[in-house]
């Protein structure tokens, strides 16, 4: 009459062994729950309190000659403390960051540092490193360097190149891109980051020589998500060595590549990328070639004007728009493109001009 | 009789107890699933405070798509929440669906609207546009003003004047986190076969909320909200863990959709039809690999949408029976995908599932719930038998959900107080009292009512979405 | 005594800046976020505003346009803190009415130098 399985002693025993297991976990996750929140809570009174302290302090210690700080030798104070200085490197540079880092320096926190570098905990040696690229001294080199030489946790690698990125010597690249390879999903957003770090401090050097062999090794060997990263943050940084490197690259099967070749170029300006923006303004396969092309169109010399024309009557709206705005950035001759398409009429590319002019207008 | 009742009754608890072992099974391993990840939490301090460092310096630009309709009221503010989000490229594109009060010109009051001859092209047919305007005062929002059509046609009408390659759309009243669009964005950027993303929905009843950012998390006031708090819980914990790996299969049914903005125009866009999130990300499926089209429809546990939810039983009835609605029209519509290798995992696991659980589930679960007092009635009621089907069907059920409400917290949200957590908890123990009930009951008659709907205008005053 | 207010919701910067420029001979507000900063500037009336784009509450977008659309506070310089290179917000910042902007991280003598260009004599 009733399932057979129902009265089966292993099936009943199945049901009781997981309802208890769930009710033990259930048990668990309360109490965690409970004790996390009420320790946690504790920790943030403590932590924002300290801040204010703190911040007062600091804010007026850094204005005196004599920089003598009384830092608390509990550990909490310690790091709020050390967390409050590298808040302000983010923000700040030259006197003042100067005097941060001497701070730093005179008490005890490269030490301190360098200490948690050496943790069997990999979370904290990757947090750990990271501060201390923060900070930005010359200090952190060498430990950085002894850590990753050694260090095979990715997490842990991520975190010590990124650092290093921040105070690296010309001659550490080499180990950099080594360690770098080794990590296996690296995440755009974080290779951005260092390269960022990278090139701007590549300009520094007298040396850009091997700065830019560096930069060209790293666009061979690295996936394509590496290289648009990489090239992204060159057009950003406005890396003009870098052009050649780039326009290498202009002629890549990748619709995405030859994007971000564009906006990189797009951003620097220059006979070869104007060309290569040209080319790509002709661009078949793909009308996002097209448009950014087009979005940067305005580096070029007037010449490129009657092409920016002819896009206006490109049958990818995004494409025409782009074009119509660049158009305007060509002036009285711009304009005149653009009075034409309006009077010619034709449907889209018409209203496309009508609308980039109106735009100006409104300026 | 009594024998047909009899027979009848044997071989359906067959049915009923499968399906809550199953189910409840599948729950289970997801909250063990996740517990992984805490144990893997707790060994280390998360520090946010450097993530922040981290921020990308490039973004991605995308097109947010906010139909609405009557929203004189409350439009204003919704939209400068929604303006307020620190993202540098990104544009917000109203479109008023034939609002037939004053929302058009509060708009244009209250943003300093200016109509401009933007070319409107029709990729994807829409009602009549009446006009597109941009904002002197916001150079990231856009409206367009047409006529009703539905929210469906609304959004289409985003589509069509958008000028970013990916899109999502959202209710006026629901945040984003910045986080959440520079996650969805970047998702698209890494791998180039992306064409869907789906993203977390969130209770946002009952929170406090400042300037477009959620800067308390509270559990609602009201208990019809509550126990949608419970269930969303549940339903995306589980999507976080394991249906989260299992790629192509998700139809992305609710949560929040970001799509690619051409194969949209390929499919042409929305459907007229209730259930439009879940449609179009079906179509999208099939037509990916009817066209041969490598791409992958994949589900972020990132970002956020944070959604106001029905607050009252009336609305609520009101939206699962749409719902219902929904999934049965997407289901027969695209009804040939189901157990047919041509469409891999989403036809062969995918739909057979939401055909099994989705569809079915509430089915069974309806009758089993009327099973108990059915038995009783006919005398055939075995002690053993209702405690048994109690374990099964509700204590784990109970288990499962404060299990997952427990996680939740621990790993991904902060309430603002405990209090709060534990009313979570308190009404977890009454879900299958009466909550579970109606909605099994509500999917149940929906199913029946199915073949007398009414298409015809739909007016809406809240935008709802699928889950 | 010139003026100044100061809307940046990092503290120990807010703190630095308003120190520095009281050294300076300012007479110096601070403002945490958005909504104090309009506030401040409206009763305050600074002769320069500093102000940084990423606040909590109000965008600093926003509150740098409503001090230009306001017609008794639209003549105060505004220079810009921003944590972003990209072109698209600067263009915006100006766009919306900013005079000057300083990128993060940026140093004491440069902002000083700023100011003194904008409200110097």
């Not at chain 1, 946690?40 to 309190?49: A, F, G, I, L, P």
């Not at chain 1, 709020?80 to 923000?91: A, K, P, S």
């Not at chain 2, 064409?195 to 977390?200: N, R, S």
């Not at chain 3, 003549?75 to 972003?84: K, S």
Request: hydrophobic share 45%.
């Amino acid at each position: 009459m009733y399932p057979v399985f129902l009265t089966s002693h292993y099936f009943r025993s199945f049901i009781i062994f997981t309802l208890f297991l769930l009710l033990i976990l259930d048990s668990v996750l309360f109490l965690y729950l409970v004790i996390d929140k009420i320790l946690t809570e504790r920790r943030e009174k403590k932590k924002r309190y300290s801040r204010e302290k703190f911040t007062e302090i600091i804010a007026s210690k850094m204005f005196d000659d004599e920089l003598l700080l009384e830092i608390p030798k509990d550990r909490f104070s310690y790091e709020v403390v050390g967390d409050l200085l590298l808040d302000t490197l983010r923000n700040l540079r030259g006197d003042f960051a100067n005097k941060v880092q001497d701070l730093l320096r005179k008490n005890g926190y490269v030490e301190y540092f360098s200490k948690m570098l050496k943790s069997k905990r990999f979370y904290i040696r990757g947090k750990y490193a990271e501060k201390f690229g923060f900070t930005r001294l010359s200090e952190a080199r060498q430990p950085l360097v002894e850590l990753l030489k050694v260090e095979k946790h990715p997490y842990v690698i991520k975190k010590a190149v990124f650092a290093l990125s921040f105070v690296f010597e010309i001659d550490h690249l080499d180990l950099m891109y080594e360690k770098i390879s080794e990590v296996k999903d690296l995440g755009f957003k974080y290779v951005e980051q260092i390269f960022i770090n990278v090139i701007r401090r590549i300009r520094e050097f007298r040396n850009s020589e091997k700065g830019m062999r560096f930069l060209s090794l790293y666009a061979k060997l690295l996936d394509s998500l590496g290289r648009r990263a990489l090239f992204e943050a060159l057009g950003l940084e406005k890396v003009y060595e870098a052009v050649p490197i780039i326009a290498g690259y202009a002629n890549s099967n990748d619709p995405l590549m030859r994007i971000s070749v564009a906006r990189a170029l797009g951003r620097m300006g220059g006979e070869v990328s104007c060309n290569i923006l040209k080319q790509y303004l002709k661009d078949m396969e793909d009308w996002r070639v097209r448009a950014v092309a087009a979005n940067f169109a305005g580096i070029c010399d007037i010449s490129v004007v009657s092409i920016l024309y002819s896009l206006l009557f490109d049958p990818e709206p995004t494409v025409a728009m782009n074009a119509a705005q660049t158009l305007l950035q060509f002036g009285r001759v711009g304009i005149e493109f653009l009075e034409k398409a309006k009077r010619n009429g034709i449907g889209l590319a018409s209203e496309i001009a009508k609308y980039a002019l109106e735009g100006a207008n409104l300026a | 009789m009594r024998s047909v009742l009899h027979f009848f009754l044997f071989t359906f608890q067959y049915f009923v107890f499968f399906y809550f072992i199953f189910v409840n099974s599948f729950y289970t391993l997801s909250l063990l699933m996740s517990f992984r990840f805490l144990f893997i939490r707790s060994r280390s301090i998360v520090d946010e405070e450097y993530e922040v460092m981290l921020q990308s310096e490039m973004y991605r630009p995308i097109s947010i798509i906010v139909p609405c309709y009557n929203e004189e009221k409350v439009i204003v503010s919704n939209l400068k929440s929604l303006l307020t989000l620190h993202y540098p490229e990104f544009e917000i594109i109203v479109v008023n669906d034939g609002s037939t009060d004053n929302t058009m010109q509060v708009l244009i009051d209250n943003f300093s609207l200016r109509k401009v001859s933007r070319p409107y092209q029709e990729f994807i047919h829409t009602k009549n546009v009446k006009g597109v305007y941009i904002s002197l005062d916001y150079p990231d929002l856009v409206v367009v003003d047409k006529e009703n059509g539905g929210r469906f046609d609304a959004v289409n009408a985003g589509i069509n004047i958008s000028k970013y390659p990916i899109f999502c759309s959202i209710d006026s009243d629901s945040l984003l986190e910045e986080k959440s669009l520079l996650r969805i964005s970047e998702v698209f950027l890494e791998d180039k076969e992306v064409v869907a993303a789906g993203g977390i929905v969130r209770v946002l009843n009952g929170c406090k909320v400042r300037e477009g950012r959620v800067i308390e998390v509270h559990a609602p006031t009201k208990a019809v909200e509550v126990f949608q708090t419970i269930e969303y819980t549940r339903a995306f914990l589980m999507g976080r863990t394991t249906l989260g790996n299992l790629k192509a299969l998700l139809l992305i049914s609710g949560a929040f959709g970001i799509f690619r903005k051409d194969l949209a125009i390929k499919i042409n866009g929305y459907r007229k039809t209730v259930g439009e999130d879940m449609d179009f990300t079906v179509r999208l499926h099939r037509y990916c690999i009817e066209n041969k089209i490598p791409f992958k429809i994949i589900f972020i546990p990132d970002p956020v949408c944070w959604t106001q939810v029905p607050d009252s039983w009336r609305s609520l009835i009101r939206q699962r029976d749409r719902w219902r609605r929904g999934l049965i029209d997407v289901l027969l519509y695209n009804f040939r995908m189901s157990f047919n290798p041509r469409y891999k995992t989403a036809g062969m696991i995918g739909f057979p599932y939401f055909i099994l659980i989705e569809f079915l589930g509430p089915i069974i679960e309806f009758i089993g719930y009327v099973l108990i007092p059915v038995l009783w009635i006919f005398g055939l009621l075995n002690t053993q038998f209702a405690i048994i089907f109690f374990f099964v069907a509700i204590l784990w059920g109970i288990f499962i959900t404060i299990g997952s409400i427990l996680m939740d917290n621990l790993l991904f949200i902060r309430y603002e107080s405990l209090k709060d957590v534990f009313k979570l908890i308190l009404f977890a123990f009454f879900e299958f009292v009466f909550y579970k009930e109606l909605l099994a009951f509500v999917a149940f008659f929906a199913t029946f009512r199915f073949r007398a709907r009414k298409w015809g205008h739909i007016p809406r005053k809240k935008m709802e979405k699928t889950v | 005594m010139k003026r100044v207010v100061v809307v940046e919701d990092d503290d120990l910067l807010a703190n630095v800046l308003k120190i520095a420029l009281a050294g300076k001979g300012f007479e110096v507000e601070t403002c945490r976020d958005g909504l104090c900063g309009i506030e401040k500037v409206k009763s305050f009336l600074p002769h320069i505003v500093i102000l940084d784009v990423n606040l909590p509450v109000l965008s600093g977008f926003e509150v740098l346009k409503k001090i230009k659309s306001d017609k008794a506070t639209s003549n105060i310089p505004v220079i810009l803190l921003t944590g972003l290179s990209q072109d698209v917000n600067l263009k915006r910042g100006f766009a919306l009415g900013a005079d000057d902007y300083l990128r993060k991280p940026f140093s004491m003598e440069e902002l000083l130098i700023r100011i003194d260009r904008l409200i110097g004599d």
